[in-house]
């Protein structure tokens, strides 16, 4: 049984928080590698930089337990106990960590630092027009962040093993609202060192 921690005192709100899951093992790419060196900070600093300007109450870092990725006073940092199940463990321990009246959650992967910010208030608009769910789309790829709206926190809690949400995602079909990616930010992320070459 995980324990889902509860929303500290005067966190709570009525918006949309944005979730950074880094808890993974970095395996490919030989480890600590959201501590890896981006732009004038670190890979993670960089994409919580990114889901800080989203418009969202609040940031969520979900982590492992014991590692400090980031001191910013102003994310609040969640430690997965059980991040080695997979993804679905570290997305189910954000959402409970969420308050009870949040509108809904974008879905940040730690590993993702070039996410452009122009997506950000289209998908917020979309959720807040009644859509679901809503994610960018680069050549007709589906990328992040995701922003799920509340509705949907009890399908994300009951996912299990790696593949994150992306089975949620399928099944609504038409009705995820997809947001046109003007570049391929939404797609890149860094599995291997050599995606580091050309870092700002």
Known sequence: METIPAIDEG??????WALVLAAGAGSRFGGDK???????????????AMAKSAPVAGVILLGKPGERLIEDPGVRVVEVANWAKGMAATLRTGIGSLPADA????????DMPRIPRAVLAPLAEAVRAGAPAAAPVWKEKLGHPV?????LFPDLIALTGDRGARAVLERLGDALIRIPAPDDGVLFDVDRPQDLIGRP
């Open 11 to 16: 966190l709570a709100g009525t918006d949309f």
């Open 34 to 48: 959201l501590s890896a060196p981006w732009g004038d900070g670190t890979l993670v600093q960089a994409t919580v």
């Open 147 to 151: 922003l799920f709206s509340a509705a």
């Open 103 to 110: 509108a809904g959650a974008f879905v940040f992967l730690g």
